[in-house]
């Protein structure tokens, strides 16, 4: 590449996502690339090719402020390597150590066979009540999103560690995998057909344990367009469409459900069409979690009393009532107003746990990647993210601080013990 000159590319919109924004537009930026005009994310024209793409205009070196930056045929004073207006940081957001081992994507079963409907789970649990042992109810993402109760609509059939030996122990649903699960397994490659037939490809023991001391977990589709947890009992099986979240705190469950960690969410998250596509890595660890507070546990409680009692009143699933939460067409209904309510109150306290008291959150229908949702206005949403990112740096650099000092800490140690 030349010293000077400019560039124009186009790519698919996952250019400005995860990954791919990382190792693409983040290294061309850090070697001095400037971003003058960006299409986030558009509809290919041609009806030949069902995509989303992103165009991307620049140049190598510094730009005056004065130049005129375009995001989406909007003027804006920066553009970021998300492709959207930036404000004063523009940087990845690194892991925090802080928050490790506490969020998990669900169990990946692999092979249908595993899979048992609810009738006939009851009519083996009948025919052996040790088959009880072995059978639980499924949660996967849809179940998640559109049952009012967020139960699991199928069971499946998990032996956990057990031994071979041992789950040929439990006839019927052994059988079951023998026949349906075996086979296809051996027509995998070497990685699978190798692995255990009759346990899940990914049965997920860390999060096991680390949800083995609650009744209660928080739980989120990995792909959806509401980007909301739900509070579900233990005891059934989540599905590798969900990611579980050790914990059953209240205040824990009003931040994932607040604007700030949604748009966090959304912005460094990947999509799929219009809808989110949360991963952990990307986004949970990366979350610069607030002071737990009272207010937070309020809300939550709140949250979930009330969204609860209207979801199993009106047989309404996540999506559903979200749609109506988000639709700025939807006016006078109680139920909705509530909720909108409820969410300024979650966004404000979540706000104050931060110690954020002069940012004051200004609430409405808003378009954010090509969705309108119930949120803080666009202003708000980059001050919003320009302070959590910060927050997030300031800790890295404590936590990289702290790990060095360990490090010269334990190698002090060593030496000492060598010339002791």
Same mark, same amino acid.
């Given at each position: ?44 024209? !041609? ?13 190598? +070196? ?43 994507? +669900?169990?990946?079963? *692999? +092979? ?9 789970? $009851? ?5 052996? !009540? ?6 639980? #109810? ?22 956990? +560690? ?26 995998? #490659? ?15 023991? !860390? ?33 590798? !469409? ?10 824990? $469950? ?84 509530? *909720? ?53 740096? $300031? ?5 990289? $601080? ?19």
């Amino acid at each position: 590449m030349q010293a000077k000159g400019t560039l124009g590319l186009i790519a698919t919109n996952t250019v400005a996502q995860g990954d791919s924004r990382e190792v693409g537009l983040g290294a061309m930026v850090a070697d001095g690339f400037t971003i003058t005009r960006a299409i986030q994310s558009r509809s290919w024209p !041609a009806a030949s090719a069902n995509l989303e793409y992103a165009a991307v205009w620049g140049t190598r +070196g510094s730009v005056i402020d004065a130049v005129p930056r375009v995001a989406d045929d909007v003027d804006v004073r920066r553009i970021s390597t998300l492709l959207e207006p930036s404000g004063r940081v523009d940087s990845m957001p690194a892991r925090l150590a802080e928050n490790a081992g506490l969020a998990f994507i +669900g169990c990946y079963v *692999l +092979g249908m066979g595993f899979v048992v409907d609810p009738e006939e789970a $009851q009519e083996w649990i009948a025919a052996d !009540a040790r088959n009880a042992e072995v059978l639980f #109810p499924y949660l996967n993402g849809e179940d998640l999103n559109q049952r009012p109760d967020g139960s699991g609509s199928r069971w499946v059939i998990d032996f956990g +560690g057990r031994s071979e030996e041992e789950a040929a122990g439990f006839p019927l649903p052994f059988r079951r995998l023998a026949e349906q699960v075996r086979p296809e397994r051996a027509r995998k #490659p070497k990685a699978v057909s190798d692995a255990p037939w009759w346990l899940f490809l990914r049965s997920r023991p !860390a999060m096991r344990e680390a949800i083995s001391g609650l009744s209660e977990v928080l739980v989120i589709a990995r792909v959806s367009k509401t980007v909301m947890p739900m509070r579900v009992p233990t005891g059934q099986v989540p599905s590798e !469409a969900c990611v579980v979240f050790a914990s059953d705190s209240y205040g824990v $469950q009003a931040v994932l459900s607040s604007t700030l960690h949604r748009t966090w969410a959304i912005t460094y998250g990947s999509t799929l069409e219009t809808r989110v596509r949360y991963t952990p890595s990307d986004v949970f660890e990366t979350f610069p979690l607030p002071a737990r507070t009272e207010r937070l546990a309020d809300a939550g409680k709140v949250l979930e009393r009330d969204r609860r009692e209207v979801m199993l009143r009106r047989n309404l699933g996540l999506t559903k009532l979200y749609n109506l939460v988000d639709d700025s067409t939807v006016q006078g209904d109680p139920d909705v107003a509530r *909720l909108r309510d409820i969410h300024v109150e979650i966004d404000e306290a979540t706000a104050e746990a931060y110690g954020w008291d002069d940012l004051r959150l200004s609430h409405g229908f808003h378009s954010y990647r090509q969705v309108e949702r119930w949120s803080v206005s666009p202003t708000d949403r980059v001050e919003a993210l320009d302070r959590l990112l910060l927050e997030n740096q $300031q800790r890295a650099t404590v936590e990289e $601080q702290g790990s060095r000092d360990r490090t010269t800490t334990d190698f002090t140690s060593q030496v000492e013990t060598l010339f002791d």
